[in-house]
């Protein structure tokens, strides 16, 4: 039996992830259970897997947790310190499922402990970059990438060297506005952005795959997780999402890894890797598919993937504020205070907006830039 911290577990990727673990009760052992606010789901998720712990980032909801697990035995904590403090206790396995750069701490704590993470928590590892590699290195932790184009280049890459690579492509399916005019775009609303075509997922990073931020951050992750270099890296429109990347190797050989869009399958091959376990996913069927289709991304109408590689190029504080700029007006997007299209133009000014802080060389350094570029963005909000 295996023990497993799920960090971020009423979200999409938690909910995955506990399914599996639901379906293999005998193999896992859950030890830490976390959720933002959301007291009802993380207290049915803890009475159904009996968490030595469980945690509410919001510490106004302490008392109600507790009165949620009463008489469980389950302990009750509150509070980003909570959170933290919970993340570091360490687990065989520990899944990083919180969405934003909330969840940089609590990653950077379990890896502190030297364990395997599981990494669903891109931007983490976009914000916090060399900080964190450097800790993964010095603490001899593991990083298996669960975001699915990151798995599917990790499986590619399985005996094989990093320095033979030619090329690292990652798909993506180009959103819900892949195939929308200028004009259908700009009008675009919180209803229609959040509708994605192929993968049912949180909101922020619904939006992200909209703007194709999230291709953007996949490219700043992959650029961490697979350093062969940023001018390897490549980014495909593939609407179907049966392709989830590819690598091209020095002799013209290009391995891809397939398969159903289902978070569960990337979570799969993270908890039982180095092996494989079962899935409820029936077999990829191509015949039923029909075609493969791919073309490049259009960066006028989408210029977050743009954006993302300057400031990766740029190395330093720029990715982290790309990643807090991007997710203040990911929020003021969906609270209806700015149109689509200023999305990507909030973090094009961002990056524009005076000196660039000097690069983060600590886990602190990078939470000061993170606050710094949100209260930025946060009065920029307030000019338009
Ligand atoms: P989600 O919004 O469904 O869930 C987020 C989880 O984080 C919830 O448990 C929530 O309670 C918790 N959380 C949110 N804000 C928090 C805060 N400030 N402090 C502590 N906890 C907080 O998000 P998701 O879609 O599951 O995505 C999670 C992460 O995985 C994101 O980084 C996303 O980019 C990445 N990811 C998701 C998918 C997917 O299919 N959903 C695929 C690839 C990568
Ligand atoms: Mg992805």
């Known amino acids: 039996m295996r023990s497993i911290a799920i960090l971020g577990a009423t979200g999409s990727v938690g909910a995955s992830t506990l399914d599996l673990v639901r379906r293999n009760r ?22 159904e897997f009996a968490p030595d712990i469980a945690v509410v980032a919001d510490e106004a909801r302490l008392a109600e947790l507790r009165a949620a697990l009463a008489g469980s035995g389950i302990e009750c904590a509150a509070g980003a310190d909570a959170l933290n403090e919970a993340a570091a206790r ?31 928590n891109k931007e983490a590892l976009v914000s916090a970059g060399e900080v964190m590699t450097a800790a993964v290195a010095r603490r001899g932790a593991t990083l298996l990438p669960v975001d699915s184009e990151h798995n599917a280049i990790f499986q590619c890459l399985q005996g094989n060297r990093l320095s033979e690579v030619r090329s690292i492509t990652l798909t993506a399916s180009g959103g819900p506005f892949r195939d929308s005019s200028r004009e259908e775009i700009e009008a675009a609303t919180p209803a229609q952005a959040v509708a994605h075509p192929n993968w049912d997922m949180g909101a922020k990073i619904s939006v992200d795959s909209a703007t194709m931020m999230n291709k953007g951050l996949e490219l700043i992750e992959a650029f961490h997780l697979f350093p062969v270099g940023l001018d390897k890296l490549r980014i495909i429109v593939h609407p179907q999402s049966v392709v989830h990347s590819m690598v091209e190797y020095r002799d ?53 993937t743009r954006l993302a590689r300057e400031a990766c190029a740029h190395g330093g504080a720029a990715p982290a504020i790309l990643n807090a700029a991007n997710e203040i007006a990911v929020a003021a997007f969906l609270s209806g205070q700015i149109g689509f299209t200023r999305i990507a133009a909030m973090v094009a ?36």
């Open 26 to 47: 005998d193999a896992w052992r859950v030890t830490v259970l976390t959720a933002n606010e959301s007291v009802e789901g993380l207290a049915a998720l803890a009475r």
């Open 90 to 120: 360490g687990a065989d396995l520990t899944v990083a499922a919180i969405v934003g750069c909330a969840g940089l701490a609590p990653v950077m704590a379990a890896i502190e402990r030297g364990g395997t993470i599981a990494l669903a």
């Open 252 to 304: 013209g050989s290009t391995l891809a890894q397939l398969g159903p869009s289902d978070m569960r399958v990337p979570i799969a091959s993270a908890l039982a890797w180095p092996r494989r376990m079962d899935t409820p996913m029936g077999s990829l069927d191509l015949a039923a598919v029909g075609r493969l289709d791919f073309r490049a991304p259009d960066e006028d109408l989408f210029p977050a």
């Open 349 to 384: 000014d961002m990056l524009n907006d005076g000196p660039m802080p000097t690069a983060p060389g600590t886990l602190d350094d990078v939470l000061a830039i993170d606050a710094d570029a949100r209260r930025r963005a946060g009065e920029m909000l307030q000019t338009v």
